[in-house]
């Protein structure tokens, strides 16, 4: 693949200073920069890199004033990390499109439905009655069961299982090791002190351009279904339980457990190692801090939170604050205290 500055800065949005023919056939680091490739400048501390790179073009923001002359063409858009983030994206997307077809062994069940120009990795199985959307790239050893679909342009790398009625919207990618629609944990306790199953017949929606990390697991649900909203990313080692629902555009970090029938709202942050308790709503636009423990509805919007017991972000800080103290504030009573019992003495004293 090759394109030149003139193309890419129009893919961008932006505006050229130097060649708009210069020809552009990889991507690079700053200060890895060679004849041919294209970098970005974010951060001011690689600003020096900008005067002595290789790469034939560099993406910046359009309010930067270099300091000294620049030797290499310059694409200014509003947004470097993000202009270069597209690019990443597009340059995934063009290297993937080469796989098509299906590789030997794999099993496609002859009620499957397969879309255009898919992908299947060998040793993967393709169970009866599921729909397979065009450019879906299924690479080796993933099962999908029976009557999943899976929406166009989606990715799922080695080792994904997708259990049964699982639905899969546009644009998703499920790295490897991740299980969809796994039953709820689900028990009903008996007289004798054993657990009954609870049968899950529900299933697991992911809508469009959801992205999952490396050996995550969803839980199907009990009845209707455990739904996550388009745009939600979920990092690698989460656990969600059955019935619970992420809004939109929600961003959670790794080895969050969240417990049945959870609702959160659209554009939350939800830190590493949080635990949610189940049955519990909380708002959008809420923030919590790595290891926070959620234990209660949060109704607010747009908050930060963080520890446990939960508090907002800033009376956890005062908290802290507190505690270091705690030692000096306990020296500090006893001292007074020590005091008061000299003066009460020299008083009862004097009046002796």
Known sequence: MEYTTRQIADLLQ???????LEKINTLSKIEEGTKGSLSFLSNPK???????????????GKNFEPSKPVNTTLILVEDPYSAFSVLLGKYNEETRKTKTGKEDPCFVDPKASLGKNVYIGAFSYISAGAIIGDEVKIYPQVFIGEGVHIGAGSMLYSGVKIYQDCILGKGVIIHSGTIIGSDGFGFAPQADGSFAKIAQTGNVILEDGVEIGANTCIDRATMGSTLIQKGVKLDNLIQIGHNVEIGANTVIAAQTGISGSVKFGENCMVGGQVGVAGHLTVGKGNQFGARTGISKTIK????????LPIMEYKDSLKMEVWLRNFEKVERRIQELESELKDLKAKKGAIEG
């Open 300 to 307: 607010e919007e747009g908050k930060q939170f963080r520890g």
């Open 14 to 20: 932006g505006s050229l200073v130097g060649d708009p």
């Open 46 to 60: 690689y600003e020096q890199f900008l005067y002595s790179t290789g790469a034939s073009a560099v993406i910046i």
